[in-house]
């Protein structure tokens, strides 16, 4: 099947769109504006609206870790400063 027979909505992304949507979608805070518009529909191509998706949840994912590690350090140095307290 050619290109010319693939509606526009379905038309696949080449490498460099790729490449030009992960540098997009980096840029710290309008990156992440612009990540959500596609994500949530703002694209009429399928392609890039599952690409930014998939690029929401690994946001998420990071997102969770951080705060999951933060947690953890903050409990370590809340431990120690009450074990230098009794010591």
Known sequence: MSDNNVPSEYKPISM?????????????????IILL??????SGNINVKNFAR????YVILL???????AAIGMATGAAQSIADMMS
Do not use: H, Q, T
């Open 16 to 32: 460099w769109g790729y490449f030009g949507y992960e540098l997009l979608f980096g840029i710290p805070v309008i990156g992440f």
């Open 37 to 42: 518009v596609f994500a949530f529909g703002g």
């Open 54 to 57: 998939s690029k929401f949840c």
């Open 63 to 69: 997102f969770v870790i951080f705060v999951v590690l």
